[in-house]
């Protein structure tokens, strides 16, 4: 049954929700985990406390380590403590809390999954989950295809209700790794079972892309090769590593942001129009774009690509190590933290227009955005009044933080003379709608229970994605890296990416 309500704050006029899933159980592989007590943990707290859970729900850990369900319980108020967006309300704690359960077992013990069947079934019956079941895989990218077994061999692929797979980044290391798991998975499940997180994806600056050009007719007529000058998509951030020295070192930039959401932001911005606003007109519109990304020679890798390693520096006056003595990584480690480089997609709509990624930690800010850049106009009028020089316009839409949209366009200084300055017509979300936009995770875990797809990457684009990507990891192994480090922790990357937008008559925009 559909719940509407309607919220009366006015600047929300038209923030109907209607989404309530059905009763279901939410099983985390990994329930101990990082990623489980800073995102997923938090994020399920976060749709209850607005009204968006199932009238019934349980959430089951299952892991190795030994705990009992008043420990998990403790944990993960903790967890919630520490990282979600809203406080704990007692009320909404205890009754929430009240849902969480934990098995625990190796994962790779036949038992310990008939031991989960068991206590699903117990649970459909007594607490009335219906047989719907959702897995989470919070887990190293290694240990999901023994998961993913496991859970065929169990016969929990299936059930009297919905059985879906969420599986969490990385997916796979390149191609041929994503095609194998994309294969095992296709063995145990159906590709509508099977949910791949890009979690920038659930970010509500991303969705808004799709309503920004699809929803407005003056965008989609400049959206194109003929108006659009270049690209420029940055994410910047400044944490370092942390405690993921293991898994980043043998990962990098490229895989760990580029691969996934660096590529998903250059699809959003750039798929056709879908023909209907669906889960599979979508998906096709942005796989076929990623299937367009004119694979590169060795000789344009090595002018396109500027790989580099943060050293120690100050990151807002507060003194950081360099990533070389970060926990868990390589004293003499080759790993790039830092990636800039330049593509092209090869379609009808943007032939020769250059799209510039870059991504890196350890920078002087936390920032994501995609800045589009338009043609100059075809004359200079006003250079007798002493302008010689337009800035070009520019769209940018800012994922993170403070997300919003703005356009810079020439004006007019006031005065007698006709002297000209860029100026921003800007939107954003918080002044618009008076609304804190919901963490990524929340959205992406309740489209899962919905059973909409639609935020969430089908195989082919993920294989799209790799098709692109492989070749770069596989040149960079040929090329001996650059003398790393080769940029100071607190600053915008390594002088190479500078000159490397230099050689094409460009700058980094400035953040
Ligand atoms: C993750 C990466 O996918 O995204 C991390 O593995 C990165 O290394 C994180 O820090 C960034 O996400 P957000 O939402 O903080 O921009």
Not at 100 to 114: T, V
Not at 440 to 463: H, I, K, N, Q, S
Request: glycine share 6%; with cysteine; net charge negative.
């Amino acid at each position: 049954m559909l719940e509407t309500r309607t919220v009366l704050n006015p600047l929300r006029e038209g923030m109907r929700v209607a989404r309530a899933p059905e009763p279901t159980s939410i099983i985390i592989f990994g329930a101990t985990g990082d990623l489980t007590r800073r995102k997923l943990v938090p994020a399920l707290y976060n749709l209850a406390c607005d009204n968006y859970m199932p009238p019934v729900y349980d959430i089951v850990g299952f892991a190795r380590k030994p705990r009992s369900d008043a420990d998990i319980r403790d944990e993960y108020k903790k967890a919630v403590t520490e990282f979600s967006r809203q406080k704990i309300q007692e009320q909404v704690w205890d009754s929430f809390s009240q849902n969480i359960f934990y098995i625990q077992s190796n994962l790779d013990d036949l038992d310990g999954y008939k031991k989960l069947k068991q206590e699903l079934e117990r649970m459909d019956q007594e607490r009335g989950t219906a047989g719907n079941r959702l897995f989470y895989l919070a887990v190293p990218p290694e240990l999901m295809p023994e998961i993913v077994k496991f859970l065929g061999a169990s016969e929990l692929n299936h059930s009297a209700g919905y059985t879906r797979i969420i599986l969490e980044k990385p997916f796979g290391s390149d191609l041929d790794s994503a095609v194998e798991l994309n294969h095992l998975l296709h063995q145990v499940f159906d590709e509508s079972q099977i949910y791949r997180i890009d979690h920038y994806l659930g970010k509500e600056a991303v969705q808004n892309i799709f309503v920004f050009r699809f929803a407005n007719g003056i965008i989609e007529p400049i959206w194109n090769r003929t108006f659009i000058n270049n690209v420029q998509i940055t994410v910047a951030e400044t944490v370092g590593v942390e405690e993921r020295g293991e898994y980043y070192d043998h990962a990098g930039a490229l895989r760990d942001i580029i691969q996934n959401h660096g590529l998903q932001l250059l699809a959003v911005t750039t798929m056709e129009p879908p023909t209907m606003f669906t889960p599979q007109d979508v998906r096709n519109q942005k796989a076929e774009v990623l299937r367009s990304i004119r694979p590169q020679s060795f000789q344009e890798i090595c002018d396109w690509t500027v790989r580099g390693q943060y050293g120690a520096g100050a990151i807002g006056g507060i003194q950081v190590p360099g990533y070389r003595t970060e926990p868990k990584v390589n004293a003499e480690s080759t790993t790039a933290t830092y990636v800039a480089l330049k593509l092209y997609i090869e379609n009808w709509r943007w032939a020769g227009v250059p799209f510039y990624l870059r991504t890196g930690k350890r920078l002087p800010k936390r920032y994501t955005e995609i800045a589009v850049e338009f043609n100059l106009p075809p004359l200079m009028l006003f250079s007798k009044e002493g302008t010689d020089h337009l800035e070009p316009n520019s769209l940018v839409f800012t994922i993170q933080p403070d997300e919003g949209i703005s356009l810079k366009f020439e004006s007019k200084i006031p005065g007698q003379e006709n002297r000209l300055r860029p100026v921003n017509m800007d939107f954003r979300y918080n002044s618009s709608f008076g609304v804190a936009a919901p963490e990524a995770y929340e959205r992406l875990l309740l489209d899962a229970m919905l059973g909409d797809p639609m935020l969430f990457t089908r195989y082919d684009e993920v294989e799209a994605q790799w098709a692109f990507i492989t070749p770069i990891l596989e040149a960079w192994k040929q090329i001996p890296p650059p003398q790393f480090p080769n940029y100071e922790s607190g600053t915008w990357g390594p002088k190479a990416a500078d000159e490397f937008l230099q050689r094409d008559g460009r700058k980094w925009r400035r953040l």
